[in-house]
């Protein structure tokens, strides 16, 4: 396993450490060896997508839940951390135990989208795991699950098992089923057998495909009686317990909230719209149940913002009033709600008055298309008068900037289509009348990938030249001022393309492409479609057939991996689009055959009239209004340690941190004002990272005195993660002093060479030595002689006292190191630093004055 010295020699080399440490609130740190089934859920990306999906936390909080399972987390590694890992002969492991993911007994692999796949063979590499479920007897198993699993085809081959649908049941009656064959010593084939039998569970090892003249034919079961796997539908949302206390990452995700799930499902029948169809129906959680969610989920977390989630929140049965109720309970907390999934139609002026009562949230409207006539044919639903109205209301309540989605190359799409984009951003621009000229509109446009399971499965998708055709006339028409334009590269969508209506063939090209060197193909800076063509050429396969339209009549790769919804209404809408004929939603217009309720245990479960229940906990008196009419705040200034692992944290993570760690012991900050407001919090100067510390410090203002400032402290560090711990809370000093002298040890990663001890002398016998500072794209020179004060130790560890005046040039212990001592970048970097002291001076020291050796 990477002990902790193995991973000390890796992390300082790495960027965006705390990506690999864990230390997240509300994580479980379960014991390993009472643990009968131990999973490790993986997410195949960086830690920044992962850590926003709401569906791991979901499994994560599950599993541990269950007093003899245990669920720990792994992400993908950036290159970086891929590297070291290589170099060092390490495995990669999961967060809380560290453990190596060849332990685990399960491998949760979420599949959240298609250019994520060459992350999964990365993940297996790393645990030295056969990448084919074929090859492997004693491995952990690899099971997967998520919004890809409805057409896994093109990396079923390195699954034992793939969950179809929702996971909440079905991932603990896998887990009795694997604990049982454990205590029993069933093998894997009849462990297999068994897995297969849980309703949801797809096996693909028990399903061969059939070609014909190089043709899909169709998929033969091997199991009698087993002719396809129906996805897992639950009757109603699951339980929230598991929201109510979130994981609080680190590093910023790229949702950085409390999400909160309001609805599963959606049946406003976008033929484009695979989710539609795999999360139908729809199933609404109760006001009341929303509220306690969003109350514990705050409390435990500290997050400033929650996002009510659904796949479209504005068609939540009683929005206004959760609204309403939600923002008179956090408003005062400058807590802000935000909607990412809301439709036009839905989002009332009253809602949006909701909403900017803390902060204006980003505002989003996704039209899809330009004209009225291609909305008909996707059955969006909504109107250019709709669209307009939605943004002069937007604007007419102090919005600045909205965004617009829409996509290019949707089925019987026109030249005049595409135009009609830009025409809707400029229309939608005048709405806001005179502030026009103040006003933004963001136009992103992607391309349509034709998705398995919706009307729009057997169409074609646009080549790659018709793709950046239709890109270049938008930026030709998109005017000067007040717009931007941003696109999803089609070279992107291409393989999105290829892998979606893929089949089991693509295994081999994935594989290929990977040991070629593709990785995280989904981050633009990393994606090269050309070395996925090269790897196509070597195995023979022809990306551009996987792009075209496909036969009605004909077999598709997913056929035996049923949705619910039934292949015939699908053909039948497809037909409706052509026809311009809309299909209404269920929800207000009754049944319309689709083929998935039978109105027993499958139904739609709205929650009309049932208003939102008031919170237990009342939100307490704003203490800024206090504050404004004339009671001075109370500033007080705390100190703190940063060690350990924590030393990995950024000045920017650690600074959010102590902002949610100072809301969950429920002080109540004063804040700033605007349309953003922020804690009034200021930091000691930012600690590099990998350095540790022993004299951190903050100072906050509040609006009345601690009672107990040494009860705060250690409730604050009962808040703080390891290493991180408070030791004293002051009064903020009345002045700042002209000059600081920082103390400094340090523990080299190997004895110091005779040239570099030679290096040491000669600095401690020079009266100057001027180097060149770049800051911010600045150069500069900076005399750091007079400014090391003491440089002293042995062969293997040093003491620094380094001079610091607020405003002037300074110098970093580490650049000491490189500089006076000739380390490498690489010594500097694994050299163990901590700030052991920081005292203020009464005046500036004299340059000659203080030096020692």
């Known amino acids: 396993m990477p002990g902790t010295l193995h991973l000390n020699h890796i992390l300082p080399l790495v960027r965006k450490p705390a990506r690999y440490v864990g230390g997240e609130h509300n994580a479980a740190h379960r014991d390993w060896d009472r643990a009968e089934v131990r999973f490790a859920l993986v997410f195949p990306d960086l830690y920044e997508i992962g850590m926003a999906h709401q569906g791991l936390q979901i499994l994560y909080h599950i599993l541990n839940s269950r007093e003899h399972l245990l669920a720990d987390r792994c992400f993908a590694p950036d290159l970086d951390m891929e590297r070291q890992l290589r170099e060092h002969g390490l495995p990669l492991f999961a967060l809380e135990s560290r453990r190596p993911l060849a332990d685990f007994d399960v491998l949760g692999i979420t599949l959240p989208y298609e250019l994520c796949y060459t992350n999964i063979l990365t993940v297996l590499d790393l645990a030295a795991i056969p990448f084919r479920a074929a090859e492997r007897d004693q491995e952990p198993l690899v099971i997967g699950g998520g919004s890809c699993a409805m057409n896994p085809e093109a990396v079923a081959d390195f699954f034992d098992a793939i969950v179809l649908g929702d996971g909440e049941e079905v991932v603990?009656?896998?887990?009795?089923?694997?604990?049982?064959?454990?205590?029993?010593?069933?093998?894997?084939?009849?462990?297999?057998?068994?897995?297969?039998?849980?309703?949801?569970?797809?096996?693909?090892?028990?399903?061969?495909?059939?070609?014909?003249?190089?043709?899909?034919?169709?998929?033969?079961?091997?199991?009698?009686?087993?002719?396809?796997?129906?996805?897992?539908?639950?009757?109603?949302?699951?339980?929230?317990?598991?929201?109510?206390?979130?994981?609080?990452?680190?590093?910023?995700?790229?949702?950085?909230?409390?999400?909160?799930?309001?609805?599963r499902g959606c049946t406003r029948g976008c033929r484009f719209c695979q989710a539609?169809?795999?999360?139908?129906?729809?199933?609404?959680r109760s006001p009341a149940e929303v509220m306690a969610v969003a109350e514990q989920g705050i409390a435990a977390s500290g997050f400033e913002e929650m996002a009510l989630l659904s796949l479209s929140t504005g068609d939540?049965?009683?929005?206004?009033?959760?609204?309403?109720?939600?923002?008179?309970?956090?408003?005062?907390?400058?807590?802000?709600?935000?909607?990412?999934?809301?439709?036009?139609?839905?989002?009332?002026?009253?809602?949006?008055?909701?909403?900017?009562?803390?902060?204006?949230?980003?505002?989003?409207?996704?039209?899809?298309?330009?004209?009225?006539?291609l909305r008909q044919v996707i059955n969006k639903g909504i109107s250019e008068a709709d669209l307009l109205d939605t943004c002069r209301n937007a604007f007419g309540l102090g919005w600045k900037l909205i965004k617009f989605y829409f996509m290019i190359g949707l089925p019987t799409e026109t030249w005049e289509d595409v135009a009609a984009i830009i025409d809707l951003a400029s229309k939608a621009k005048r709405e806001a009348g005179a502030n026009g000229g103040r006003v933004q509109i963001n136009v992103s446009v992607g391309t349509f990938v034709p998705k398995p399971h919706t009307p729009f499965q057997w169409e074609r998708q646009l080549s790659l030249a018709e793709a950046r055709e239709r890109i270049s006339r938008l930026k030709e028409l998109l005017p000067r001022r007040g717009f931007n334009l941003k696109w999803q590269d089609p070279q992107q969508s291409i393989m999105e393309g290829v892998f979606s209506r893929g089949d089991r063939r693509?295994?081999?090209?994935?594989?290929?492409?990977?040991?070629?060197?593709?990785?995280?193909?989904?981050?633009?800076?990393?994606?090269?479609?050309?070395?996925?063509?090269?790897a196509a050429r070597e195995c023979g396969i022809d990306l551009d057939a996987y792009l075209l339209a496909r036969d009605p009549e004909g077999p598709l790769p997913w056929d035996h991996l049923a949705s619910g919804v039934d292949r015939e209404f699908l053909a039948q809408e497809r037909l409706r689009a052509l026809a311009m004929e809309y299909t209404p939603d269920c929800r207000t217009s009754g049944c319309q055959q689709c083929g998935l309720c039978d109105f027993k245990t499958i139904r739609p479960v709205l929650h009309r009239g049932h208003p939102p229940v008031a919170p237990a906990i009342r939100p307490a008196q704003p203490v800024q209004?206090?504050?404004?009419?004339?009671?001075?705040?109370?500033?007080?200034?705390?100190?703190?340690?940063?060690?350990?692992d924590s030393r990995f944290f950024s000045h920017l993570e650690t600074l959010q941190l102590i902002f949610r760690s100072l809301h969950r012991t429920g002080i109540t900050v004063l804040h700033s004002q605007g349309h953003n407001p922020t804690p009034r919090v200021s930091f000691s100067d930012a600690l590099p990272v990998g350095m540790e510390s022993e004299a951190e410090y903050f100072d906050m203002e509040i609006g009345v005195p601690l009672d107990d400032p040494r009860a705060f402290a250690e409730a604050l560090s009962r808040e703080l993660p390891p290493g991180m711990k408070v030791v004293a809370v002051s009064d903020r000093p009345a002045r700042t002093p002209p000059a600081f002298l920082s103390s400094y040890q340090v523990t080299l990663a190997s004895p110091l060479t005779g040239p570099q001890l030679a290096a040491v002398e000669d600095f401690l016998s020079r009266e100057?030595?001027?180097?060149?500072?770049?800051?911010?794209?600045?150069?500069?020179?900076?005399?750091?002689?007079?400014?090391?004060?003491?440089?002293?130790?042995?062969?293997?560890?040093?003491?620094?006292?380094?001079?610091s005046i607020p405003g002037r040039a300074g110098i970093s212990a580490r650049a000491v190191?490189?500089?006076?001592?000739?380390?490498?970048?690489?010594?500097?970097l694994l050299a163990r630093i901590c700030k052991t002291r920081v005292v203020g001076l009464v005046e500036i020291p004299c340059p000659a004055s203080a030096m020692s050796g």
């Open 172 to 263: 603990l009656e896998m887990a009795e089923v694997i604990r049982a064959a454990k205590q029993e010593g069933a093998g894997r084939p009849e462990l297999l057998t068994r897995l297969a039998a849980i309703p949801g569970v797809y096996v693909p090892a028990f399903f061969v495909p059939q070609y014909q003249d190089g043709q899909f034919a169709g998929m033969r079961a091997l199991v009698p009686g087993r002719k396809s796997v129906r996805r897992r539908v639950l009757g109603e949302m699951p339980a929230a317990a598991s929201l109510g206390r979130p994981l609080v990452p680190v590093v910023k995700p790229v949702h950085d909230r409390l999400g909160v799930e309001i609805a």
């Open 276 to 284: 539609g169809i795999i999360y139908r129906p729809v199933r609404e």
């Open 316 to 373: 939540y049965s009683c929005l206004p009033e959760l609204m309403t109720a939600l923002m008179e309970r956090f408003s005062s907390s400058h807590v802000s709600v935000s909607m990412p999934s809301m439709r036009v139609g839905t989002l009332t002026p009253e809602i949006m008055d909701q909403i900017r009562r803390v902060r204006k949230t980003g505002f989003t409207v996704a039209p899809e298309a330009g004209t009225d006539r």
């Open 506 to 534: 693509l295994a081999r090209l994935i594989e290929t492409a990977w040991r070629a060197g593709a990785r995280l193909d989904g981050w633009s800076e990393h994606y090269r479609l050309a070395a996925w063509q090269d």
């Open 625 to 644: 209004a206090a504050g404004r009419q004339g009671n001075p705040p109370v500033v007080y200034r705390v100190y703190y340690t940063r060690r350990g």
């Open 768 to 803: 100057s030595m001027v180097v060149a500072q770049v800051r911010k794209g600045v150069r500069r020179e900076v005399d750091i002689r007079p400014l090391v004060r003491t440089l002293q130790g042995t062969e293997e560890e040093l003491f620094l006292e380094l001079l």
């Open 817 to 828: 190191l490189a500089e006076a001592v000739q380390l490498t970048e690489e010594q500097s």
